[in-house]
């Protein structure tokens, strides 16, 4: 594994606790690779737009048809797409916020989800075109979540990706980070913990 994305998607950036857990992992990880690439993408600094109808008429445009206006969407929707396609793994700080993900992410989600490019249709249904890759996901949240009902963020994030072929998904979760001094401190070595043998 020569290329690393690490994506990050809280309000707070890198201060946020996912990112900081996500940048936990990428330094141990590329401590031991020197020679890795690391792409950095932060949905909270630069806020993806969401999609509009606008947008999306860009995306199924065909190419010689577009307008200039169209073609400068989907400029910006390849060059995300051409960070993705050249990870062989995806680091993604991922926050709960009001159960779900951030619309941030989801934002970038619905700007790299092509047609064409990252899943194509088949008789059999969607094939994921972004073979080969894996994604480690760092989850940071005020309650707990895990393993419960409740948690139908990580299934969201975790079938996005197996829909764009990244079918080796990861996560480690920081739970329990608003509930007491100690259960942050707990949630937050736990997941430290597992940072540490993920990056082995
Ligand atoms: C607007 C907002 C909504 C939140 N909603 C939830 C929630 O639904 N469930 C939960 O467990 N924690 C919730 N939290 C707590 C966050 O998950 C927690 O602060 C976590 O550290 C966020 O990740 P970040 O620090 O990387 O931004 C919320 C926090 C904010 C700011």
């Given at each position: 594994?020569?290329?690393?994305?690490?994506?990050?998607?809280?309000?707070?950036?890198?201060?946020?606790?996912?990112?900081?857990?996500?940048?936990?992992?990428?330094?141990?990880?590329?401590?031991?690779?020197?020679?890795?690439?690391?792409?950095?993408?932060?949905?909270?600094?630069?806020?993806?737009?969401?999609?509009?109808?606008?947008?999306?008429?860009?995306?199924?445009?065909?190419?010689?048809?577009?307008?200039?206006?169209?073609r400068a969407i989907t400029d910006y929707s390849d060059a995300l797409i051409a960070e993705l396609r050249q990870a062989d793994l995806v680091v993604?700080?991922?926050?709960?916020?009001?159960?779900?993900?951030?619309?941030?992410?989801?934002?970038?989600?619905?700007?790299?989800?092509?047609?064409?490019?990252?899943?194509?249709?088949?008789?059999?249904?969607?094939?994921?075109?972004?073979?080969?890759?894996?994604?480690?996901?760092?989850?940071?949240?005020?309650?707990?979540?895990?393993?419960?009902?409740?948690?139908?963020?990580?299934?969201?994030?975790?079938?996005?990706?197996?829909?764009?072929?990244?079918?080796?998904?990861?996560?480690?979760?920081?739970?329990?980070?608003?509930?007491?001094?100690?259960?942050?401190?707990?949630?937050?070595?736990?997941?430290?913990?597992?940072?540490?043998?993920?990056?082995?």
């Amino acid at each position: 594994m020569n290329t690393l994305l690490q994506i990050n998607a809280s309000i707070h950036a890198e201060q946020g606790q996912s990112s900081q857990l996500a940048q936990r992992f990428v330094d141990a990880w590329s401590a031991r690779r020197p020679h890795a690439r690391i792409i950095h993408r932060d949905v909270g600094r630069d806020p993806v737009p969401h999609l509009s109808a606008e947008r999306f008429a860009a995306f199924l445009a065909p190419p010689q048809a577009r307008s200039a206006a169209q073609r400068a969407i989907t400029d910006y929707s390849d060059a995300l797409i051409a960070e993705l396609r050249q990870a062989d793994l995806v680091v993604l700080g991922l926050p709960m916020y009001n159960f779900g993900l951030p619309s941030q992410l989801k934002a970038y989600f619905d700007h790299v989800a092509r047609a064409g490019e990252t899943f194509r249709y088949t008789a059999q249904g969607p094939v994921g075109l972004l073979s080969g890759k894996s994604a480690y996901v760092f989850a940071a949240r005020g309650g707990y979540y895990a393993g419960t009902p409740l948690d139908t963020q990580s299934r969201y994030v975790r079938d996005f990706l197996h829909f764009v072929g990244i079918d080796e998904v990861k996560f480690v979760y920081a739970e329990g980070l608003a509930v007491s001094p100690e259960s942050k401190a707990s949630g937050l070595a736990d997941a430290v913990a597992q940072i540490e043998q993920l990056a082995a």
